[in-house]
């Protein structure tokens, strides 16, 4: 694991790469930094991070005059998460049943037969399968996963109801007032207790808990998205070698290349 300082100006050519500091530990990052002067890194006024509370540490001690920023995505992905377990324990218990008809399908001596869908898919296919509709809005369903969609909320209405909820959530980030926003976040944890949703209740704890840093987003609606574009450009340059054997030689070709 490296943790890797960049400068968003670079845009993810020459320039980019600040620093590569082995391992994720606040202490290790804080003392790569702080061979920065202080008056440069009191010049940094916003930082956006995910909600790793190592990072978070690191920000505080090395940018002392910065505001903490919760990303969306990261945000907006835990409560996905969310939905998405309800998903999968729907799954599991469609397994069960299948087995336990296969079973006595074997003792009575009979063949079983899989209970077919509309479109053609076993009620464990089609929870399966809407892994990536249920990601996305209604607006960007083809028409074959708006045909899956609507039968998954015919046979699962509390997978409806959770799906509605999480796009209340999603369209809160498209606000561009701070106290609007909150008003709104508040609002959608108290609904979110109300509906008694297990599967929602770390979720709106997590909110709840950050919710001051989560609510800076709407200040200058920034991202760490430049950050994890050059993420991803690293691991597809790894990708490509087939691996790494050697690590200080695959750092100096970074270095050379982004630094």
Sequence with gaps: MYT??????GKGKKGTLVASIKGTKSKDIVNILEKLPLESRCKVKEVTLD???NMESAVKQSFPCSTLVIDRFHVVKLAIE???HLRISYR????DKENKAIDKAKKQGKKYTAIELENGDTPKQLLARCRYILSKKASSWTATQSQRAKLLFKHYPLL???YKHILEFRNI??????SYAESKLLTWIDKTEKLQMKEFNAVAYTIKY???KILNFFNNR???ANAESFNSKIKLFRANLRGVTDTQFFLFRLYKLFA
């Design 173 to 178: 980030y498209e606000l561009h007032s701070r």
């Design 4 to 9: 890797f300082v960049t400068n968003k100006n």
């Design 160 to 162: 409806e109801k959770a």
């Design 92 to 95: 599991w218990e469609e397994l």
């Design 222 to 224: 920034n991202t760490n």
């Design 51 to 53: 909600m790793a509370k």
């Design 82 to 84: 969310g939905l998405q």
């Design 210 to 212: 950050n919710l001051e």
